[in-house]
């Protein structure tokens, strides 16, 4: 077997990924930084792609399944992650094609009809989110989560927290990890940390890579409604409830509605299927008949219209986008 590998850039390569994928029952996804292909002659024979530190989109022709190509093309797509310093990745597959990793040293997260959804052994979920409930060390009672990107935080972000902090003894704020947000991770956590700081019940986490992201749901920061966003909605929540709510003993997940985006109204509905009566949807805080959001807040900032966006943001986060950094954000776009 002396089959060359390339990787696959120009239009007729990845047409030929995308043909060769089809053959095989698959669909070509968009969201894709890297193909390699596997050729016999001028035949692509295999392939497989990453997006970030996820694997996906494996297949071999059928003519060469038996000459352990499967294999081939993981580890080279495993030598590529390594390379670049990553040691945590995922992998996407079918039922179909489930059997060819269960030899490999993964992990089996999620699976439906389907999608099976692998990660490596390094760091599991089951471990990283054990350390992170350890480290937290609630005592008993009443358990709510909310996850929150808070893209910044607002007032409407505070009326749902502290909507939950007082019909529960403790409130997880899962803070969604990802940096594809206007504002970074850090400084979304400093804000929403410095806007709670009153509520002693409170307490905040990241949310892993196993809650909204590259991994979970690749399609969140598209705000696109089609079948594969919601597919990766059934994968986020079903994680978290398996998962998180597991692990953390939480009783309830809050969630505000959403009579704006319809994205965002989809995965509530999701939520409501899978949860049931674990969840709690509450009413949007609405200022001045209008309904609070983050990306009203970053609109009037970015039109300098600070003293309208005054009565939709904590203090906190209307020092911080009058500051320098604040502006800085929002001059770069």
Do not use: W
């Amino acid at each position: 077997m002396n089959y060359q590998m390339r990787d696959c850039i120009t239009p007729k390569e990845l047409e030929d990924v995308k043909q060769l994928l089809e053959k095989q029952g698959l669909r070509f996804e968009d969201k894709v930084t890297l193909s390699i292909g596997f050729y016999d002659e001028n035949q692509l024979i295999a392939t497989g792609s990453l997006y970030e530190n996820v694997i996906k989109m494996i297949a071999i022709d059928s003519f060469y399944q038996g000459e352990n190509l499967t294999a081939l093309v993981l580890t080279t797509l495993i030598q590529r992650l390594n390379a670049k310093g990553i040691e945590k990745y995922f992998l996407f597959t079918t039922q179909e094609s489930k059997h060819y990793f269960v030899d490999f040293a993964f992990s089996l997260i999620y699976e439906n009809q389907k999608i099976v959804m692998f990660e490596n052994n390094i760091n599991t979920i089951e471990e990283k989110l054990t350390k992170l409930k350890n480290d937290l060390a609630l005592s008993h009672g009443t358990k709510a989560a909310i996850v929150m990107n808070c893209n910044p935080v607002t007032l409407g972000h505070l009326y749902l927290i502290e909507t939950c902090a007082k019909s529960n003894d403790h409130v997880i704020i899962f803070l969604v990890e990802e940096n594809k947000s206007v504002f970074s991770f850090e400084t979304r956590m400093m804000l929403l940390k410095k806007a709670t700081k009153h509520m002693t019940n409170v307490h905040i986490l990241p949310s892993t890579e196993y809650i909204i992201s590259s991994a979970t749901f690749p399609t969140y920061f598209l705000k696109e409604l089609n079948e594969v966003s919601l597919l990766f909605m059934e994968l986020d929540i079903s994680i978290f409830l398996h998962f998180f709510m597991r692990i953390f003993e939480i009783d309830y997940r809050y969630v505000g509605d959403e009579p704006l985006d319809p994205t965002t109204n989809a995965y509530n509905e999701t939520m409501k299927q899978i949860l049931k009566d674990q969840l709690i949807v509450i009413n949007r805080l609405e200022k001045n008949s209008v309904t609070v959001s983050a990306s009203l807040v970053r609109k009037l900032a970015k039109d300098h219209q600070y003293e309208v966006l005054k009565s939709y943001v904590p203090n906190v986060t209307y020092r911080y986008l009058k500051s320098s950094k604040g502006k800085a954000i929002f001059d770069e776009k």
